[in-house]
């Protein structure tokens, strides 16, 4: 099973900085894209960032200039750099994972999402 560990939220004012991590982990799994989501109240779950397994990247209009997606792929890990963080940023933050793995029986490789309990961002005015 693929396991995803968040940390970095919290507590920030307008106009700070905040840096998210997601550590994915599981045996025999090859990580794909890996991306942030967020959820504001009363709101729906929109897409932050993604990034591909070849690097390229993808952000909502609102975070473009001012969010960083990135990963390291020894460690398996994405990272959220949130700067200029604005009240409107407020929500919890989830990671995502696309992960693969490989059925030795059928021959075939098999893909599924996988999210992490998330973390919650508050930026204050």
């Known amino acids: 099973q693929v396991q995803l560990v968040e940390s970095g939220g919290g507590l920030e004012q307008a106009g700070g900085s905040l840096r998210l991590s997601c550590a994915a982990s599981?045996?025999?799994?090859?990580?794909?894209?890996m991306a942030w989501y967020r959820q504001a109240p009363g709101k729906q779950r929109e897409l932050v960032a993604a990034i591909t397994k070849d690097g390229t990247t993808n952000y909502v209009d609102s975070v473009k200039g001012r969010f960083i997606i990135s990963r390291d792929h020894a460690r398996n890990t994405v990272f959220l750099q949130m700067n200029r963080l604005v009240v409107e940023d407020t929500a919890v933050y989830y990671c995502?994972?696309?992960?693969?793995?490989?059925?030795?029986?059928?021959?075939?490789?098999?893909?599924?999402?996988?999210w992490g309990q998330g973390t919650q961002v508050t930026v204050s005015s």
């Open positions: 599981g045996s025999n799994y090859d990580f794909n894209t």
């Open positions: 995502t994972v696309v992960a693969s793995t490989y059925d030795r029986n059928t021959f075939l490789w098999t893909s599924d999402d996988y």
